[in-house]
Protein backbone atom coordinates (compact mmCIF):
# COMPACT_ATOMS: atom_id res chain seq x y z
CA UNK A 1 0.00 0.00 0.00
CA UNK A 2 0.96 3.26 -1.29
CA UNK A 3 0.35 6.45 0.48
CA UNK A 4 0.66 9.92 -0.77
CA UNK A 5 0.41 12.45 2.38
CA UNK A 6 -0.49 16.35 1.44
CA UNK A 7 0.64 18.30 4.36
CA UNK A 8 1.14 21.90 4.06
CA UNK A 9 2.59 22.24 7.92
CA UNK A 10 5.14 19.00 7.68
CA UNK A 11 7.81 21.61 7.59
CA UNK A 12 7.11 23.83 9.95
CA UNK A 13 6.72 21.16 13.24
CA UNK A 14 8.46 18.24 14.22
CA UNK A 15 4.63 16.56 15.12
CA UNK A 16 4.37 15.09 11.49
CA UNK A 17 7.81 14.17 11.26
CA UNK A 18 7.65 11.65 13.82
CA UNK A 19 4.62 10.46 13.15
CA UNK A 20 5.37 9.38 9.78
CA UNK A 21 8.74 8.27 11.10
CA UNK A 22 5.94 5.87 13.35
CA UNK A 23 4.31 4.81 10.29
CA UNK A 24 7.18 3.69 8.37
CA UNK A 25 7.63 0.98 11.15
CA UNK A 26 3.66 -0.45 9.67
CA UNK A 27 4.64 0.80 5.93
CA UNK A 28 7.75 2.19 3.82
CA UNK A 29 5.57 3.64 1.33
CA UNK A 30 4.79 6.91 2.70
CA UNK A 31 5.91 9.42 0.42
CA UNK A 32 5.23 13.23 1.61
CA UNK A 33 4.66 16.57 -0.54
CA UNK A 34 4.53 19.85 1.43
CA UNK A 35 3.77 22.92 -0.65
CA UNK A 36 4.97 26.25 1.20
CA UNK A 37 5.59 29.79 0.08
CA UNK A 38 9.39 31.22 -0.53
CA UNK A 39 10.57 32.44 2.77
CA UNK A 40 8.43 30.74 4.72
CA UNK A 41 10.21 29.25 8.26
CA UNK A 42 11.34 25.49 8.02
CA UNK A 43 11.90 23.67 11.65
CA UNK A 44 12.91 20.32 10.45
CA UNK A 45 14.91 18.47 8.00
CA UNK A 46 13.49 16.40 5.00
CA UNK A 47 13.74 13.26 4.97
CA UNK A 48 14.31 10.98 1.36
CA UNK A 49 10.30 10.34 0.97
CA UNK A 50 9.52 14.15 1.45
CA UNK A 51 8.99 16.35 -1.79
CA UNK A 52 8.92 20.17 -0.29
CA UNK A 53 7.93 22.56 -3.13
CA UNK A 54 7.86 26.66 -2.79
CA UNK A 55 5.40 26.57 -5.98
CA UNK A 56 3.60 29.79 -4.52
CA UNK A 57 4.55 33.32 -2.82
CA UNK A 58 3.60 34.79 0.42
CA UNK A 59 0.87 36.89 -1.85
CA UNK A 60 -0.70 34.14 -3.29
CA UNK A 61 -2.11 33.10 0.52
CA UNK A 62 -4.32 36.18 0.03
CA UNK A 63 -6.22 34.27 -3.57
CA UNK A 64 -7.20 30.82 -2.05
CA UNK A 65 -7.89 29.62 -5.89
CA UNK A 66 -4.81 30.90 -7.63
CA UNK A 67 -2.57 29.57 -4.87
CA UNK A 68 -4.25 26.15 -5.02
CA UNK A 69 -4.02 26.46 -9.10
CA UNK A 70 -0.33 26.60 -8.86
CA UNK A 71 0.24 23.33 -5.79
CA UNK A 72 -2.35 21.40 -7.98
CA UNK A 73 0.05 21.92 -11.24
CA UNK A 74 2.54 21.13 -9.41
CA UNK A 75 1.90 18.73 -7.65
CA UNK A 76 0.94 16.62 -11.05
CA UNK A 77 4.18 17.76 -12.60
CA UNK A 78 6.44 15.96 -9.57
CA UNK A 79 4.33 13.01 -8.88
CA UNK A 80 2.83 9.94 -10.44
CA UNK A 81 -0.08 10.12 -8.92
CA UNK A 82 -1.60 7.15 -9.92
CA UNK A 83 1.17 5.07 -8.10
CA UNK A 84 -0.80 5.93 -4.86
CA UNK A 85 -3.43 3.98 -3.27
CA UNK A 86 -4.61 6.20 -0.99
CA UNK A 87 -4.53 10.07 -0.13
CA UNK A 88 -4.38 11.90 3.15
CA UNK A 89 -4.82 15.51 3.10
CA UNK A 90 -3.67 17.22 6.83
CA UNK A 91 -5.94 20.20 6.72
CA UNK A 92 -9.20 20.35 4.88
CA UNK A 93 -8.98 23.85 2.88
CA UNK A 94 -5.27 23.61 1.58
CA UNK A 95 -4.82 20.22 1.41
CA UNK A 96 -7.31 18.60 0.99
CA UNK A 97 -8.72 20.83 -1.95
CA UNK A 98 -5.49 19.29 -3.47
CA UNK A 99 -6.70 15.96 -3.26
CA UNK A 100 -10.61 16.53 -3.57
CA UNK A 101 -9.11 17.89 -7.55
CA UNK A 102 -6.31 14.59 -7.50
CA UNK A 103 -9.57 12.58 -6.92
CA UNK A 104 -11.34 13.85 -9.41
CA UNK A 105 -8.75 13.32 -12.09
CA UNK A 106 -7.14 10.22 -11.19
CA UNK A 107 -10.16 8.34 -8.59
CA UNK A 108 -7.51 7.86 -6.03
CA UNK A 109 -9.83 8.18 -2.72
CA UNK A 110 -8.65 10.50 0.13
CA UNK A 111 -9.24 11.09 3.73
CA UNK A 112 -8.64 14.53 5.48
CA UNK A 113 -7.88 15.90 8.74
CA UNK A 114 -9.70 19.03 9.86
CA UNK A 115 -7.06 21.76 11.58
CA UNK A 116 -7.88 24.80 14.27
CA UNK A 117 -7.19 26.51 11.10
CA UNK A 118 -9.81 25.00 8.96
CA UNK A 119 -12.37 26.15 11.98
CA UNK A 120 -10.94 29.22 13.19
CA UNK A 121 -10.05 31.03 9.89
CA UNK A 122 -11.16 29.57 6.55
CA UNK A 123 -14.77 28.86 7.82
CA UNK A 124 -15.11 31.89 10.19
CA UNK A 125 -13.69 33.91 7.84
CA UNK A 126 -13.99 32.44 4.31
CA UNK A 127 -17.70 32.12 4.31
CA UNK A 128 -17.50 32.09 0.23
CA UNK A 129 -15.46 28.33 0.27
CA UNK A 130 -18.10 27.05 2.57
CA UNK A 131 -19.84 25.22 -0.64
CA UNK A 132 -16.25 24.06 -1.85
CA UNK A 133 -15.43 23.15 2.27
CA UNK A 134 -18.66 20.47 2.12
CA UNK A 135 -17.63 19.38 -1.69
CA UNK A 136 -14.24 18.01 -0.06
CA UNK A 137 -15.96 16.26 3.07
CA UNK A 138 -18.44 14.67 0.82
CA UNK A 139 -16.35 13.18 -1.29
CA UNK A 140 -13.65 12.08 1.41
CA UNK A 141 -13.93 8.77 2.74
CA UNK A 142 -13.06 9.34 5.86
CA UNK A 143 -12.77 12.82 8.25
CA UNK A 144 -10.39 12.81 10.74
CA UNK A 145 -10.59 14.99 13.39
CA UNK A 146 -7.94 15.94 16.65
CA UNK A 147 -10.51 16.09 19.12
CA UNK A 148 -14.34 15.90 19.75
CA UNK A 149 -15.03 19.26 21.02
CA UNK A 150 -13.88 20.61 17.57
CA UNK A 151 -15.80 18.30 15.45
CA UNK A 152 -18.56 19.83 17.70
CA UNK A 153 -18.04 22.95 17.19
CA UNK A 154 -17.92 22.43 13.37
CA UNK A 155 -20.83 20.34 12.79
CA UNK A 156 -22.60 22.53 14.88
CA UNK A 157 -21.70 25.81 13.24
CA UNK A 158 -20.36 25.56 9.71
CA UNK A 159 -22.18 22.13 8.21
CA UNK A 160 -25.52 22.74 6.40
CA UNK A 161 -27.94 20.63 8.32
CA UNK A 162 -28.76 17.87 5.84
CA UNK A 163 -24.61 17.22 5.50
CA UNK A 164 -24.23 16.72 8.84
CA UNK A 165 -25.72 12.96 9.39
CA UNK A 166 -23.40 11.85 6.41
CA UNK A 167 -20.34 13.56 7.93
CA UNK A 168 -20.70 12.46 11.13
CA UNK A 169 -20.88 8.89 10.22
CA UNK A 170 -17.71 8.69 8.22
CA UNK A 171 -15.96 11.05 11.16
CA UNK A 172 -13.31 9.76 13.45
CA UNK A 173 -11.32 11.60 16.74
CA UNK A 174 -7.40 10.32 16.17
CA UNK A 175 -5.39 12.53 18.56
CA UNK A 176 -1.98 13.89 17.97
CA UNK A 177 0.82 11.68 19.77
CA UNK A 178 3.20 12.97 21.44
CA UNK A 179 7.01 12.29 21.33
CA UNK A 180 7.91 8.97 23.31
CA UNK A 181 10.40 11.00 25.27
CA UNK A 182 7.70 11.99 27.54
CA UNK A 183 6.60 8.64 27.37
CA UNK A 184 9.38 6.60 28.24
CA UNK A 185 10.56 9.60 30.88
CA UNK A 186 7.11 9.89 32.91
CA UNK A 187 7.40 11.01 36.08
CA UNK A 188 5.99 7.92 38.78
CA UNK A 189 8.13 9.32 41.77
CA UNK A 190 6.81 12.34 42.58
CA UNK A 191 7.40 13.56 46.25
CA UNK A 192 3.44 13.89 46.77
CA UNK A 193 3.66 13.89 50.71
CA UNK A 194 5.90 16.88 49.93
CA UNK A 195 3.44 19.18 47.47
CA UNK A 196 0.67 18.14 49.53
CA UNK A 197 2.38 19.83 52.82
CA UNK A 198 2.92 22.85 50.38
CA UNK A 199 -0.80 22.87 48.92
CA UNK A 200 -1.69 22.77 52.82
CA UNK A 201 0.14 25.95 53.78
CA UNK A 202 -1.77 27.74 50.58
CA UNK A 203 1.34 27.37 48.76
CA UNK A 204 1.40 26.31 44.93
CA UNK A 205 3.63 26.13 41.58
CA UNK A 206 2.14 26.67 38.17
CA UNK A 207 3.72 26.47 35.07
CA UNK A 208 2.60 27.49 31.49
CA UNK A 209 4.27 26.25 28.29
CA UNK A 210 3.50 28.16 24.91
CA UNK A 211 4.27 30.70 22.35
CA UNK A 212 4.05 34.18 23.83
CA UNK A 213 1.69 35.24 22.00
CA UNK A 214 -2.44 36.90 22.70
CA UNK A 215 -3.57 33.79 21.30
CA UNK A 216 -2.01 31.91 24.29
CA UNK A 217 -4.07 34.54 26.56
CA UNK A 218 -1.30 34.78 28.97
CA UNK A 219 -2.92 37.71 30.17
CA UNK A 220 -5.89 35.72 32.02
CA UNK A 221 -3.70 33.68 33.71
CA UNK A 222 -1.44 36.34 35.40
CA UNK A 223 -4.99 37.91 36.65
CA UNK A 224 -6.10 34.12 37.92
CA UNK A 225 -2.58 34.36 39.49
CA UNK A 226 -2.82 37.73 40.92
CA UNK A 227 -6.71 36.50 42.30
CA UNK A 228 -4.76 33.67 43.90
CA UNK A 229 -2.69 35.84 45.98
CA UNK A 230 -5.73 37.95 47.06
CA UNK A 231 -7.21 34.57 48.78
CA UNK A 232 -3.56 34.35 50.41
CA UNK A 233 -2.17 31.91 48.39
CA UNK A 234 1.64 32.03 47.87
CA UNK A 235 1.80 31.00 43.79
CA UNK A 236 5.08 30.52 41.55
CA UNK A 237 4.02 31.42 38.31
CA UNK A 238 6.46 30.63 35.47
CA UNK A 239 6.19 30.68 31.94
CA UNK A 240 8.69 28.97 29.43
CA UNK A 241 8.24 29.66 25.40
CA UNK A 242 9.26 31.75 22.15
CA UNK A 243 8.41 34.97 22.42
CA UNK A 244 6.33 35.26 19.14
CA UNK A 245 4.70 39.06 19.87
CA UNK A 246 7.23 41.57 22.27
CA UNK A 247 4.91 43.99 22.55
CA UNK A 248 2.54 41.59 24.47
CA UNK A 249 5.56 40.12 26.15
CA UNK A 250 6.79 43.94 27.58
CA UNK A 251 2.83 43.90 28.74
CA UNK A 252 2.87 40.62 30.26
CA UNK A 253 6.56 41.63 32.68
CA UNK A 254 4.75 44.52 34.21
CA UNK A 255 3.45 42.43 36.00
CA UNK A 256 5.43 40.75 39.65
CA UNK A 257 4.34 37.61 39.33
CA UNK A 258 5.08 36.35 35.91
CA UNK A 259 8.32 35.02 35.83
CA UNK A 260 9.80 34.10 32.25
CA UNK A 261 11.92 31.50 31.93
CA UNK A 262 12.74 31.30 28.17
CA UNK A 263 12.54 28.84 25.91
CA UNK A 264 13.97 25.23 26.56
CA UNK A 265 14.54 22.01 24.86
CA UNK A 266 13.00 18.85 25.94
CA UNK A 267 15.52 18.04 28.65
CA UNK A 268 15.47 20.86 30.66
CA UNK A 269 11.23 21.39 29.80
CA UNK A 270 11.26 17.99 31.46
CA UNK A 271 12.87 18.90 34.92
CA UNK A 272 10.97 22.00 34.30
CA UNK A 273 7.32 20.04 34.55
CA UNK A 274 8.38 18.05 37.58
CA UNK A 275 9.67 21.05 39.46
CA UNK A 276 5.81 22.73 39.31
CA UNK A 277 2.29 21.58 40.55
CA UNK A 278 -0.60 22.61 37.84
CA UNK A 279 0.09 23.24 34.76
CA UNK A 280 -2.41 25.99 33.49
CA UNK A 281 -2.78 27.28 29.54
CA UNK A 282 -5.91 29.44 28.62
CA UNK A 283 -5.35 29.52 24.77
CA UNK A 284 -8.20 31.18 22.73
CA UNK A 285 -7.71 28.53 20.30
CA UNK A 286 -5.69 25.49 20.02
CA UNK A 287 -5.86 22.63 17.74
CA UNK A 288 -4.71 19.75 20.34
CA UNK A 289 -2.43 21.43 22.80
CA UNK A 290 0.58 18.94 22.83
CA UNK A 291 2.02 20.56 25.86
CA UNK A 292 -0.88 19.34 28.21
CA UNK A 293 -0.01 15.92 27.26
CA UNK A 294 3.86 16.39 28.05
CA UNK A 295 2.51 17.83 31.29
CA UNK A 296 0.62 14.43 32.00
CA UNK A 297 3.70 12.15 31.91
CA UNK A 298 5.48 14.50 34.52
CA UNK A 299 2.14 13.98 36.80
CA UNK A 300 1.00 17.67 35.91
CA UNK A 301 -2.64 18.26 36.29
CA UNK A 302 -3.50 20.57 33.39
CA UNK A 303 -6.55 23.44 33.06
CA UNK A 304 -7.46 24.09 29.91
CA UNK A 305 -9.62 26.05 27.51
CA UNK A 306 -13.04 24.65 27.08
CA UNK A 307 -14.46 23.87 23.57
CA UNK A 308 -10.78 24.08 22.19
CA UNK A 309 -8.82 21.03 21.16
CA UNK A 310 -7.59 19.56 24.51
CA UNK A 311 -11.19 19.29 25.88
CA UNK A 312 -12.90 16.32 25.56
CA UNK A 313 -9.86 14.05 25.53
CA UNK A 314 -10.88 13.31 28.74
CA UNK A 315 -13.72 13.68 31.19
CA UNK A 316 -14.04 16.73 33.11
CA UNK A 317 -12.02 16.20 36.25
CA UNK A 318 -10.23 13.06 35.71
CA UNK A 319 -6.93 15.20 34.54
CA UNK A 320 -7.76 18.15 35.25
CA UNK A 321 -10.51 20.47 34.19
CA UNK A 322 -11.48 22.75 31.50
CA UNK A 323 -12.96 26.42 32.17
CA UNK A 324 -14.58 29.09 30.75
CA UNK A 325 -11.58 31.75 29.98
CA UNK A 326 -13.97 34.72 30.13
CA UNK A 327 -14.49 33.68 33.74
CA UNK A 328 -11.81 33.91 36.53
CA UNK A 329 -13.93 32.05 39.30
CA UNK A 330 -14.31 29.31 37.09
CA UNK A 331 -10.41 29.04 37.02
CA UNK A 332 -10.28 29.36 40.99
CA UNK A 333 -12.34 26.68 41.49
CA UNK A 334 -10.71 24.34 39.40
CA UNK A 335 -7.28 25.16 40.79
CA UNK A 336 -8.67 24.65 44.15
CA UNK A 337 -10.26 20.70 43.43
CA UNK A 338 -6.90 19.78 41.95
CA UNK A 339 -5.25 20.83 45.32
CA UNK A 340 -8.07 19.57 47.55
CA UNK A 341 -7.20 16.25 46.11
CA UNK A 342 -3.83 16.44 44.43
CA UNK A 343 -2.63 12.37 44.29
CA UNK A 344 -6.16 11.61 42.14
CA UNK A 345 -5.03 13.95 39.56
CA UNK A 346 -1.43 12.99 39.44
CA UNK A 347 -1.76 9.58 39.51
CA UNK A 348 -4.92 9.53 36.30
CA UNK A 349 -2.48 11.87 34.54
CA UNK A 350 0.75 9.19 34.62
CA UNK A 351 -2.09 6.27 33.42
CA UNK A 352 -3.73 8.33 30.85
CA UNK A 353 -0.81 9.90 29.05
CA UNK A 354 -0.60 6.50 27.44
CA UNK A 355 -3.47 7.76 25.43
CA UNK A 356 -1.04 9.15 23.30
CA UNK A 357 1.56 6.89 21.86
CA UNK A 358 2.41 7.44 17.76
CA UNK A 359 2.52 3.40 17.74
CA UNK A 360 -1.27 3.30 18.45
CA UNK A 361 -2.63 6.46 16.88
CA UNK A 362 -0.65 5.81 13.85
CA UNK A 363 -2.14 1.61 14.02
CA UNK A 364 -5.29 3.50 13.64
CA UNK A 365 -4.59 5.38 11.30
CA UNK A 366 -3.25 2.09 8.97
CA UNK A 367 -6.29 0.63 9.53
CA UNK A 368 -8.15 3.40 7.92
CA UNK A 369 -5.58 3.17 5.25
CA UNK A 370 -6.20 -0.44 4.28
CA UNK A 371 -9.95 -0.13 4.57
CA UNK A 372 -10.51 3.08 2.14
CA UNK A 373 -7.51 2.15 -0.23
CA UNK A 374 -8.36 1.34 -3.78
Not at 39 to 48: A, F, L, M
Not at 304 to 324: A, C, L, M, V
Not at 325 to 349: R, W
Amino acid sequence: MKILHINCNYMGTKLHQIMIEHLNKYTNENVIYCPIYKGSRIVTKPNENVIVSRCFNIFDRLFYFNKQKKIYKDIIGRINVNDFNIIHAYTLFTDGNVAYNLHNKYDIPYVVAIRGTDVDYFYRYKFYLKKRGEKILKNAKKIFFLSDSYRKVMMNNYISEKFKEELLEKSIIIPNGIDDFWLNNTFNDKNLEQINKRINKKKIKILLVGKISKIKNIDFAIKVVHKLAEEGWTVSFDVVGEIEDYRYFNKLKKSNLFNYLGEMNKENLLKCYREHDIFLLPSKTETFGLVYAEAMSQGLPVIYTKNQGFDNQFEDGTIGYSINIQDLNCCIDSINKICSNYDYYYYNCIKAVKKFNWNDICNDYIKVYEEKSK
